[in-house]
């Protein structure tokens, strides 16, 4: 049976650019740009200076604090420089470690060390190798995945669901994962089992990518991994829809997944979790979609975090003279940017790259109720744009402001061509900022 | 190359307002030709002067009173003077019409901010005006198939089915009520032609759906409960097919602007229509109240849409 959660919508997937495409791995930048700065959580601590030698996979900075992760080399060769540079997630500039390769073919690994059998290790030791291998959550929010594996005893958890949803356009790295690299999955899937002590796991994978359910049925047979099948809905891969599609369980407004014993990993995740406790490897690269309608050769690829956007795209053919917008991230969440030197992040599963397109005049709006009924949170988009743009941001908070997931779909559907999004997230940092101050 | 900075989604669904108000056109079609067809040129007219001086004067207040330089015409004015033309009596003077498409426009829409702001339905407002203002041109109805070159001011004219029935009991033929064969205003005579268009906006999803079959259905069974106790109520049927009620329902009453957003409210909305159209019929000194009651309704929508407010995901209780 096919499953879904109320609200959605059904944008273009554009897909078909890449999903057949299988992943290729990007030869070496000469240099990387690497954030000490994750998304959520403090910077790390800069533990190497300007000059000194590192090789692959050497730990650069440490955890400031325990919401905070290692941050490792993604080349061999010579620390350039720190600067800063803006950090395209959290909006501002940001310290990057810059790493310029020494010779053309080195690439040395300095691996963690570990026995590679995950079964004869305890939880402890899992949970250090996740932490010193740097691992984050690739879905985008890169939250410190050990963080993440150790809920408070107060909080039961008995569901891992692992999210193979990929609801979002363009992107199809996920899919591609799960028809490659199967077998890593599942090891990363019994991993994080034995780390959260749950006996049930689930795979929520979208009906558009058939030939991976197929795959990964044959692969995770006899374990106890179930495959659910979902209906191709976006945003079916959105935390809090995903868990209530698989579980029937609602996710408190406010709360966290572990709220109703669930603690929810991404695909890409697992695999890295996999490789850091059997082969020993930080978490220095990354798979993500190039692709949209202005990437000329559209791809899946395995990148170095740090590499920058422009060579990434370079790497695809380039991209159309008539490029309106390149994205981090897939067209209805990515963040766009106008500067392509800007290095990939932990937390960047893809590149789109879009033509321009036409947007329409922006009108009031009609009360048209579509943005509500869109809206998989149960808000009502338009109340919340009227609010914020009258700078009622209080009232706002009342009608769920902060509930917002900021998917995107009230923009999409809205016939008049407001920006929700937009207003919703102003208001979102207007309103934390004065109750913080 | 010059990149753009914007904030996500960047894919937009193709829809605009102007495709909105254009099927709503469109869907009226049928009931314009209807109308030619059995009230003649002048009812015509009058739709042709409707929708183009709808959107000339909505086109008008935007650029030269609200000195929108950006403005767009939307369709939205025009919409509001067809509707307005399909609720008048085929006697009403050109002069009167053009009063009340400026009342309905101005007054109706722009008095609150334009598109979108409006608490009232703008065509509706402009006909009660007319009728309060004009009574006599207002109520003084035509027979159909007087020949469509023949003036409105040589035909025969009679009473609409509803006052016939109320005041001596008379039933029309169900018939003649269903293809509009009818005394009636504009367009409101033919339900056949009035429920092709409305399917035709279901098909292209662009109705809240639950407003009419609420409207329909509370109309069609609380008539039914009066036709049980006393059958000179009328039956729900006869109920059904006469007077403004259908295009009422499926087309003033869904309007979006004015009606409310939830589902949950959209029944109400419909339930709160039936309830009073049915009342004032009954009850009321005038035939008709389709035009009473839903706006009526419509100051009520704030009101509705607080009350039900969805319940945001993971709340827990109320």
Not at chain 1, 190 to 213: F, Q, S
Not at chain 2, 234 to 245: A, W
Request: with cysteine.
């Amino acid at each position: 049976m096919k499953m879904a959660f109320r609200g959605g919508i059904h944008p273009p997937q554009l897909k078909e650019f890449t999903k057949d495409k299988p992943i290729e791995t990007m030869p070496l930048p000469n240099k990387v740009f690497v954030f000490l700065a994750n998304h959520a959580g403090n910077p790390s601590k800069l533990i190497v200076s300007p000059g000194d030698e590192v090789k692959t996979g050497q730990i650069i900075g440490v955890p400031d604090g325990y919401i905070s992760s290692y941050v490792h080399s993604p080349l061999t060769g010579r620390v350039v420089e720190v600067k800063k540079i803006f950090h395209p997630v959290l909006g501002r500039p940001m310290d990057a470690v810059v790493i310029e390769r020494i010779s053309e073919d080195q690439d040395q690994w300095m691996r963690l060390d570990t026995s590679g059998d995950f079964e004869r290790m305890t939880r402890e030791e899992i949970l250090d190798l996740v932490r010193r291998a740097g691992v984050v959550g690739l879905g985008g929010a890169m939250f410190p995945t050990h963080v993440k594996l150790s809920p408070p005893p107060e909080k039961k958890v008995d569901t891992l669901i692992i999210n193979g949803a990929e609801c979002e356009s363009v992107l199809t790295i996920d899919h591609r994962l799960m028809l490659e690299r199967a077998e890593e999955i599942l090891l990363g899937i019994l991993i994080m089992m034995k780390v959260l002590k749950v006996e049930k796991a689930m795979l929520g994978i979208e009906d558009n990518k058939r030939d991976a359910y197929e795959h990964l049925k044959r692969v995770f047979k006899g374990y106890p991994v179930e495959l659910k099948l979902l209906k191709t809905k976006y945003p079916q891969g959105a935390e809090k829809q995903l868990i209530y599609t698989l579980t029937g369980r609602r996710v408190p407004r406010g709360g966290l997944p572990m709220d109703v014993g669930v603690i929810v990993q991404n695909v890409g995740t697992c695999v890295a979790v996999k490789e850091a406790v059997i082969d020993g490897k930080p978490l220095v690269e990354r798979g993500l979609t190039v692709s949209g309608d202005g990437v000329r050769e559209p791809k899946n690829l395995m990148v170095r975090i740090g590499t920058p956007v422009s060579e990434v795209l370079e790497y695809c053919g380039g991209i159309d003279e008539k490029t309106e917008k390149v994205l981090l991230g897939g067209p209805m969440t990515g963040i766009s940017i106008t500067d392509l030197s800007i290095p990939i992040l932990k937390g960047t599963s893809g590149i789109t790259a879009l033509l321009p397109r036409e947007t329409g005049v922006q009108k009031p709006c009609i009360r048209c109720s579509r943005c509500v009924i869109a809206c998989p949170m149960n808000l009502q988009p338009y109340l919340l744009y009227l609010l914020a743009t009258k700078r009622r941001y209080d009232d706002a908070v009342n009608e769920g402001l902060m509930d917002c997931i900021e998917c995107g779909s009230c923009s999409y559907v809205c016939p008049s061509k407001i920006e929700h999004v937009r207003h919703i997230k102003l208001a979102k940092n207007v309103y934390r900022a004065t109750r913080r101050g | 190359m010059k990149l753009v900075s914007a904030y996500p989604p960047h894919l937009r669904d193709t829809d605009d307002v102007r495709k909105v108000m254009y099927d709503v056109l469109i869907a009226l079609t049928p009931v314009v030709i209807g109308a030619a067809y059995f009230f003649g040129w002048y009812a015509l007219l009058l739709c042709v002067l409707g929708t183009v001086l709808g959107e000339l004067f909505d086109f008008f207040v935007m650029r030269f009173l609200r000195k929108s330089k950006d403005f767009v015409p939307d369709g939205s004015g025009a919409v509001t003077g067809l509707l307005l033309a399909l609720n008048v009596s085929t006697r009403l003077p050109i002069w009167a019409f053009v009063i009340g498409l400026v009342f309905a426009l101005g007054v109706g829409k722009h008095v609150f901010g334009g598109l979108g702001q409006n608490i009232f339905n703008p065509a509706l407002t402009g006909r009660v005006f007319l009728l309060i203002s004009f009574p006599t041109y207002m109520t003084e109805w035509v027979d159909p198939l007087s020949g469509f070159w023949k003036s409105p001011w040589d035909a025969t004219t009679a009473a609409t089915p509803l006052a016939l029935f109320k005041e001596k009991g008379i039933v029309t033929s169900y018939w003649d009520l269903f293809i509009g064969n009818v005394r009636g205003s504009i367009g409101e005579t033919s339900a056949l032609l009035l429920i092709v268009g409305f399917l035709y906006l279901v098909v292209r999803k662009r109705i809240k759906l639950l407003i009419p079959i609420s409207y329909l259905g509370t109309v069609f069974l609380l008539s039914a409960v009066f036709y049980s106790v006393n059958p000179k109520y009328g039956d729900p049927t006869f109920h059904l097919l006469s007077g403004g009620l259908m295009l009422g329902a499926l087309f003033m009453a869904t309007d979006m602007v004015t009606s409310p957003i939830t589902p949950l409210g959209q029944a109400i909305f419909g339930f709160g229509c039936g309830f009073l159209t049915l009342i004032i019929r009954l009850f009321g000194s005038y035939p008709e109240g389709v035009s009473f009651s839903i706006l009526f309704m419509n100051a009520l929508v704030p009101l509705i849409d607080r009350v039900t407010k969805p319940r945001i995901f993971g709340e827990v209780g109320r």
